[in-house]
Nanobody
Framework: QVQLVESGGGSVQAGGSLRLSCAAS????????MGWFRQAPGKEREGVAY????????YYVDSVKGRFTISQDNAKSTVYLQMNSLKPEDTAMYFC????????WGAGAEYNYWGQGTQVTVSA
């Protein structure tokens, strides 16, 4: 069983930036996909960004395209989410997750391991 631990959340003003990190407890853990999700109070969880750990183009939900960047450091078993130009509507609990198999997004995507989440709050 692998554990995922997020960090880097916090409170910022609109237009600011944050970088979230997600570290796997096992250095040798290599999932097929890693993803960042978020859930705001009273709303359903939504996928924000996904990446194939073997490489390839990541995928972003439309609302964060051009503002968020997902990246990985396989040597550190860590995935990052750089968030720029933050908006109040980005306020949510952010979770990272790992999928053992593809696809990484869309129909059929299934994430098996989840972190505990890190809170991001953006004030106007």
């Amino acid at each position: 069983q692998v554990q995922l631990v997020e960090s880097g959340g916090g409170s910022v003003q609109a237009g600011g930036s944050l970088r979230l990190s997600c570290a796997a407890s096992k250095a040798t853990y290599r999932p097929y996909c890693m993803g960042w999700f978020r859930q705001a109070p009273g709303k359903e969880r939504e996928g924000v960004a996904y990446i194939y750990t073997a490489g390839g183009s990541p995928y972003y939900v439309d609302s964060v395209k051009g503002r968020f960047t997902i990246s990985q450091d396989n040597a550190k078993s860590t995935v990052y989410l750089q968030m720029n130009s933050l908006k109040p509507e980005d306020t949510a609990m952010y979770f990272c997750a790992a999928a053992r198999f593809g696809p990484c997004w869309g129909a059929g995507a299934e994430y098996n391991y989840w972190g505990q989440g890190t809170q991001v709050t953006v004030s106007a």
